[in-house]
Nanobody, 120 residues
Framework: QVELVESGGGLVQPGGSLRLSCGVS????????MGWYRQAPDNQRELVAY???????KYVESVKGRFTISKDSAKNTYVLQMDSLKFEDTAVYYC??????????????WGQGTQVTVSS
C-alpha cells in the first residue's frame, strides 16, 4: 500500500502564498517521479507540475514563475510552493507519484487531496 500524506491547503487572499507538502516512504521517494494535480469545480483534473527522479521539473504554463516544486530529502517530502496566488488557482490539489518515460509523467498513486481556496 502506497501512502501519500498531504498537508498545507487553506484559504488565502489573492497575491498570497501557500505551501503544500506530501510525505511518502523512503522507497517511494527514491524511485518514483512525482506530480501535483489540481481539480476545480466543473473542471477536468489538471497536471500542475511534476518532478522526475532526477530532479527535472515541468510546470503548466499558467503557474510558471509562481509555483515551485521541490523535495526535502531529509524528510522524504515533496513540496509545492505557491506564490502570487490567483482566484483561478482555487482547486483541490492532489499529490501523486508515478513514472516518467522521458516525455510524459503518468501518475500511479494519489494522495487524499487538499483544498486551496483563493478568495478576498
Amino acid at each position: 500500500q502506497v501512502e501519500l500524506v498531504e498537508s498545507g491547503g487553506g484559504l488565502v487572499q489573492p497575491g498570497g502564498s501557500l505551501r503544500l507538502s506530501c510525505g511518502v516512504s523512503d522507497i517511494i521517494f527514491r524511485f518514483y517521479s512525482m506530480g501535483w494535480y489540481r481539480q476545480a469545480p466543473d473542471n477536468q483534473r489538471e497536471l500542475v507540475a511534476y518532478m522526475t527522479v532526477g530532479g527535472n521539473t515541468k510546470y503548466v504554463e499558467s503557474v510558471k514563475g509562481r509555483f515551485t516544486i521541490s523535495k526535502d530529502s531529509a524528510k522524504n517530502t515533496y513540496v509545492l510552493q505557491m506564490d502570487s496566488l490567483k482566484f483561478e488557482d482555487t482547486a483541490v490539489y492532489y499529490c501523486t507519484v508515478g513514472g516518467y518515460n522521458g516525455r510524459d509523467y503518468t501518475p500511479e498513486h494519489w494522495g487524499q487531496g487538499t483544498q486551496v481556496t483563493v478568495s478576498s
